[in-house]
């Protein structure tokens, strides 16, 4: 591992940019989830888009403690993201084994949601930290040329916005530089897949030009 003297970066993490999302901006979702943390005795769901499962498994391999790192995303947040048709609560789990998992009493993952193409299934990352969230951190940073997918070798394609990696110690371009902004651990189940979505923000009227 690499030390700053305040942190330690593993060869092989979880890494997942983050951004404002279902019409929330990103202060208000990191207040919120530094609530959530609080109030679960460090336990906190990170709501991701992407099917990861395997990768998890995958890294579950290597580790008996896997890492998750978050970085601020680098482009501007999406009209989709901004202003969605609806947003939805997603009230049950389901973790990689396949049994039930309660979704703490504290925790509320949300998501964009399009009533005329409706998803079955959101994610989320069950993450642990005994530091606060905020302020966010910025005393290391990842270079994105660093990075390759674990289970494939394959470097990390911009779409992937979470994603299980393994960072090579060195790198070339510093433009590609992402902040290591919140350092915390996957515990159990470590991933889940979350089911039951219900409304929390009524989709929009319709207009001509839409």
Known sequence: MESTGLLELPA???????GG???????EIL?????????????????IGNAIGPSILELMLHTARPTVIFSPIKTAAKLKDIDPPSVVVWTEAEALDGNDFTIPSCSRVTSRYDPESPKRHHFALVCYSASPLLPLRRDFKIGFQQLSNLRTGRPVAASQVTAVVQRKESYKDSSSLYDVAILAELIEPYFVR????????????PTKNA
Do not use: D
């Open 12 to 18: 092989i993490f979880c890494w997942t940019r983050f």
């Open 21 to 27: 999302e279902a019409a929330e901006p990103i202060e």
């Open 31 to 47: 207040f919120r989830k530094e609530k959530e943390r609080l109030a679960n005795g460090g336990v906190f769901l990170w709501g």
């Open 194 to 205: 979350l089911k039951n979505a219900k409304a929390v923000k009524q989709a929009r009227s």
